[in-house]
């Protein structure tokens, strides 16, 4: 599976955009891109996955770069509850097979008011 | 999306000792999987337990430190055995949803482990 890299911490004000960059320059073909995030103490929650296309759901978008190198999980609103860290991973998605998760050491998301 | 538990939520052991950790789901999925977050650390997955075979280990970690169980469908054990302090974590099942690798894993909320 592919590697990727996040930057260590972020902030970002209660109500604006979050924006959350991963690089993943080495990707393969078959890789879909994972957000997850844990909020503290508590298990990772799934956020949204995609292959090449934009993707949107109600908690987030996920901008994939026409190269695949790169990706950003945006939070339109964020509020002080986003708070936690994210991270981004790259893994196969086939039928049948995968479901391994490599986690990163992913980005502290700071909301503040 | 399955909901899981695990049971204990948080146990202090001396070191030497045993401790089983059981992870529940309310429904019947095929992959479960197992994962230690070290003291702030990433997750690390353990070991891929599947009904009916022998779960899969990482590389790092072996059956005799982290036996695993897998007699149904809906739950699944994890012994950390002869314990140390290092093994002081956060313990985490999680199970894959729908055909395995087709869809998002949800986690449980962690066993916090602590021993002395």
């Known amino acids: 599976d592919a590697k990727t890299t996040q930057p260590p911490s972020m902030d970002c004000a209660e109500g604006r955009a979050a924006n959350l960059p991963c690089n993943h320059s080495?990707?393969?073909?078959?890789?879909?891109v994972y957000w997850y995030r844990q909020i503290h103490s508590q298990g990772p929650q799934y956020i949204i996955h995609?292959?090449?296309n934009n993707e949107t759901n109600e908690m987030a978008s996920l901008i994939i770069t026409e190269d695949r190198k790169s990706s950003t999980l945006i939070l339109p609103h964020a509020t002080l509850r986003d708070t936690a860290v994210y991270y981004c991973?790259?893994?196969?998605?086939?039928?049948?097979?995968?479901?391994?998760?490599?986690f990163g050491q992913g980005t502290e998301l700071s909301v503040k008011p | 999306s399955a909901v899981i538990s695990q049971k204990p939520s948080r146990d202090i052991c001396q070191r030497g000792t045993s401790l089983t950790i059981q992870c529940q789901v309310d429904?019947?999925?095929?992959?479960m999987f197992w994962y230690r977050q070290q003291p702030g650390q990433s997750l690390t997955l353990i070991a891929t337990?599947?009904?009916?075979?022998?779960?899969?280990?990482e590389s790092g970690f072996v059956i005799d430190k982290f036996p695993i169980s897998r007699p149904n469908l809906t739950f699944s054990t994890l012994t950390v055995s002869n314990m140390s302090p290092e093994d002081s974590s956060i313990y985490l099942c999680?199970?894959?949803?729908?055909?395995?690798?087709?869809?998002?894993?949800?986690f449980g909320p962690g066993t916090r482990l602590t021993v002395l």
């Open positions: 999680s199970v894959e949803d729908r055909p395995p690798g087709f869809n998002e894993q949800f």
């Open positions: 080495t990707i393969s073909g078959n890789e879909y």
């Open positions: 995609g292959l090449k």
């Open positions: 991973i790259v893994r196969v998605r086939t039928y049948n097979q995968g479901g391994k998760l490599i």
């Open positions: 429904s019947q999925v095929t992959m």
């Open positions: 337990a599947n009904q009916g075979s022998e779960a899969t280990y």
